[in-house]
């Protein structure tokens, strides 16, 4: 077993790693070392990727120490034979995702200062998702977009529906990177995108024009406030790592409740792991989760002094408690079985006839 000295070495190397990794990712240098045919020295990715060689040698040689790349054999030694790199084919799907996995530490680091001051009891409470995090929520996302594509049509009659076509909604929709991909699957459907910031809505629209796609609106809406006029309006409503973000979930809840028709369908997709701290110890790489809650989710969700700020590990059960309160009936529960750190579900809801 592992000393606990070597557990706190292990934290800081691959906490550093993580960061190398997220660089190469983002400058495009695990991308091209995945996409090539054979090893490639420092002076090479550079030239691909139009980069600086000093800086591309240092970075790569922490993935390739770390294990992430391999070094070929018989150069980077005393020899004087320049290194070279390379990703077995059998690497690379892997890779790319723990690149895509490892903006989410970047974006932490970003943040570090300004939640450090969150701490502070005469501190600040919130500190706001900017446009990095958005461009980095999509690319997230579209990891397992086919995955959970397949899971959220586990809802009974649901793809039948969009088939046919509906009125369907998303709340609080980041750029709508899964709701994008249900447009343009479902032409006959109409899709309204919503979120109560102006930035990612606009992100949104963007790529929905620039992907051809006319069967969506976008509209600014705080669903914790939701108009009169959305009253009964849908036939079904999603939203994605959302309702944990928001300063009252609850109340969320009831807005989109009051928004599906009777019989209406709700996809909840959240991180749900155990609402319970002593559960959650079963699985160590929820310690990623409560640290993503530390700098992105907590500060965004504390907007007010009576913000719920649940985090993202406010587990199934306090989901579940929630839902029953707004008046859901939960239908089951399926793990997306993809990306991140596999403790996405959706939570498939009902509203009663």
């Known amino acids: 077993m592992a000393s606990y000295e070597d557990l706190t070495t292990n934290v800081y190397t691959w906490g550093s790693v993580s960061l190398a990794l997220a660089m190469a990712h983002e400058t495009g240098i695990t991308p091209i070392l995945c996409e090539a045919q054979g090893p490639l020295s420092s002076h090479q990715l550079a030239q691909q990727g139009k980069l600086k060689e000093r800086y591309v040698r240092e970075v790569v040689n922490a993935l390739a120490v770390a294990g992430l790349v391999q070094l070929e054999e018989g150069t980077g030694g005393k020899d004087g034979v320049e290194a070279r790199y390379l990703v077995p084919d059998t690497h690379r799907h892997a890779l790319k995702d723990a690149g895509s996995s490892c903006l989410a530490v970047s974006d932490c680091a970003r943040k570090f200062s300004a939640v450090k001051e969150c701490f502070d009891i005469d501190g600040p409470s919130c500190v706001r998702y900017q446009s990095g995090f958005f461009n980095f929520l999509d690319e997230w996302r579209t990891m397992g977009l086919d995955n959970m594509t397949t899971a959220v049509f586990k809802t009974p009659g649901l793809k039948e529906s969009l088939e046919k076509g509906i009125q369907a909604a998303e709340v609080g929709c980041g750029t709508g990177r899964l709701v994008r991909h249900l447009a343009a699957m479902f032409p006959k459907s109409h899709f309204t995108v919503t979120d109560v910031v102006e930035q990612p809505l606009q992100l949104a629209r963007q790529r929905a024009e620039g992907e051809g796609l006319t069967n969506m609106t976008f509209?600014?809406?705080?669903?914790?406030?939701?108009?009169?006029?959305?009253?009964?309006?849908?036939?079904?409503?999603?939203?994605?790592?959302?309702?944990?973000?928001?300063?009252?979930?609850?109340?969320?809840?009831?807005?989109?409740?009051?928004?599906?028709?009777?019989?209406?369908?709700?996809?909840?997709?959240?991180?749900?792991?155990?609402?319970?701290?002593a559960e959650n110890?079963?699985?160590?790489?929820?310690?990623?989760?409560?640290?993503?809650?530390?700098?992105?989710?907590?500060?965004?969700?504390?907007?007010?002094?009576?913000?719920?700020?649940?985090?993202?590990?406010?587990?199934?059960?306090?989901?579940?408690?929630?839902?029953?309160?707004?008046?859901?009936?939960?239908?089951?529960?399926?793990?997306?079985?993809?990306?991140?750190?596999?403790?996405?579900?959706?939570c498939m809801c009902q509203k009663p006839n």
Do not use: N
């Open 219 to 277: 509209q600014l809406i705080d669903v914790c406030k939701v108009p009169d006029e959305w009253t009964e309006k849908f036939d079904w409503l999603l939203s994605e790592d959302v309702i944990h973000d928001l300063p009252h979930p609850l109340e969320a809840m009831k807005g989109v409740f009051k928004a599906l028709k009777p019989g209406g369908h709700f996809s909840m997709i959240d991180q749900l792991v155990s609402s319970f701290v």
């Open 281 to 346: 110890m079963k699985t160590k790489s929820t310690a990623a989760l409560y640290t993503l809650g530390t700098f992105m989710c907590i500060p965004e969700s504390y907007q007010q002094p009576d913000s719920e700020a649940l985090g993202p590990c406010w587990g199934e059960e306090k989901a579940r408690d929630l839902l029953g309160k707004a008046g859901f009936h939960v239908l089951g529960l399926t793990r997306s079985g993809t990306k991140d750190l596999g403790t996405q579900a959706i």
